[in-house]
T-cell receptor, first 115, second 113 residues
């Protein structure tokens, strides 16, 4: 079955620390990949996306992600986190089931950044 | 501004009652989705619709029902058959399913008392 795995469920960092959140997907075909973020009390919003081309994708707020096809991975990175990055992060990719498209999400990673 | 409106934001229901969650979009998107979010489980797909008058069950459709009579509206009914309905429900839409990112509403938190 098509699925997305996020390895870290809870991450705690101090401000200015570097961040890397793991994401692996199980799908061998053409892949589109997304990272969404949910800040406390807010709705889910798109952080970045990969459709094709340069495997290093840059998103909003200094985030980036690298698509490594051989590892089925799409890890999210940020060189220096801020307190305002405290949020829950979801990796996702669209899958086809019964001729219909749907977005499959990972379990999410809760990031807490301490001042 | 275009977007998705979910209402109400908070909803309380007694056991044994059906309740309907509203989702309206003015983005002219064909596809709409309902997800359920529980701590540590991410988002799980309940129902989705790619076109008016058509919808498909997602991974956890039992105890839920939907309708898609208009392009803009995709209401979700949580029936009394849903064994564990207390959760955060998110509605989303997209232009081209599988090829574009989704736009999400702000969610409805349902609590069964």
């Amino acid at each position: 079955a098509q699925s997305v795995s996020q390895h870290n469920h809870h991450v705690i960092l101090s401000e200015a620390a570097s961040l890397e959140l793991g994401c692996n997907y199980s799908y061998g075909g053409t892949v589109n990949l997304f990272w969404y973020v949910q800040y406390p009390g807010q709705h889910l919003q798109l952080l970045l996306k990969y459709f094709s081309g340069d495997p290093l994708v840059k998103g909003i707020k200094g985030f980036e992600a690298e698509f490594i096809k051989s590892k089925f991975s799409f890890n999210l990175r940020k060189p220096s986190v801020q307190w305002s990055d405290t949020a829950e992060y979801f990796c996702a990719f669209p899958a086809v089931s019964g001729g219909y498209n749907k977005l499959i999400f990972g379990a999410g990673t809760r990031l807490a950044v301490h001042p | 501004d275009g977007g998705i409106t979910q209402s109400p934001k908070y909803l309380f229901r007694k056991e044994g009652q059906n309740v309907t969650l509203s989702c309206e979009q003015n983005l002219n998107h064909d596809a709409m989705y309902w997800y359920r979010q529980d701590p540590g489980q991410g988002l799980r797909l309940i129902y989705y619709s790619q076109i008016v008058n058509d919808f498909q069950k997602g991974d956890i459709a039992e105890g839920y029902s939907v309708s898609r009579e208009k392009k803009e509206s995709f209401p979700l009914t949580v029936t009394s058959a849903q064994k564990n309905p207390t959760a955060f429900y998110l509605c989303a839409s997209s232009i081209r399913p599988g090829q574009d990112s989704y736009t999400f509403g702000s969610g409805t938190r349902l609590t069964v008392v």
